[in-house]
């Protein structure tokens, strides 16, 4: 049986080609035939707005079957939690890995269009992974603490001198998205 993966792209110019395709590669290196990653190129990637991303991301969900994984990075996980909290999905997810993702609120990025949240409410048994590269210059490290006091259930993993793309190798994410099939 083949499980679906949602790679979930970051924002800013020509990243879905020039930026994260290197990390779905690499996953999808990592995972072998067993898994189908999913990547479609989010609506304005380089000036990015929750609306236009969270219709996007409620479509590409409705589109996912049952066990799928859910994977985002940078701006692209913050996005994909806050429609998670607005909309819960119909599917079982099989797990939610977050990686580099900016928190929005306190000690955290401020937001124009996303409410800072203390409780994204995510569906009880889901496993959920949170990555962040400790020479991360573009996303704090201290942005996956929050996440861990928001999603108390989260495995949390730094990655030591490792830059916001995690030097584009995503091996770790993929041992962890093996773990839950074991």
């Known amino acids: ?58 479509h590409e969900l409705g589109a996912l079957d049952d066990g799928a994984i859910l994977v985002g990075h940078s701006i692209g996980g913050t996005m994909l939690l806050h429609a998670l909290a607005a909309e819960r999905p119909k599917l079982k997810l099989g797990a939610i890995v977050l990686i580099a ?44 603490e929050l996440y861990a006091k928001a999603i108390p259930h989260a495995v949390v993993r730094t990655l030591a001198d490792r830059d916001h793309q995690l030097g584009n190798d995503l091996s770790e994410v993929a041992r962890a998205i093996e773990s839950i099939r074991s």
């Open 101 to 144: 993702v900016p928190f929005i609120g306190e000690g955290g990025w401020p937001s124009d269009e996303l409410q800072p949240r203390s409780d994204f409410g995510l569906p009880d048994g889901v496993p959920v992974f949170l990555f962040h590269g400790t020479a991360d210059t573009s996303v704090p490290l201290a942005h996956v």
């Open 1 to 58: 049986m083949t499980i679906e993966i949602l790679f979930v792209q970051g924002a800013g110019k020509d990243v879905h080609v020039q930026w994260d395709q290197k990390l779905v590669d690499s996953l999808q290196r990592e995972l072998g035939t067993g898994y189908r990653i999913r990547y479609p190129e989010m609506p304005g990637e380089d000036d990015p707005h929750y609306p236009a991303w969270k219709a996007a991301l409620l």
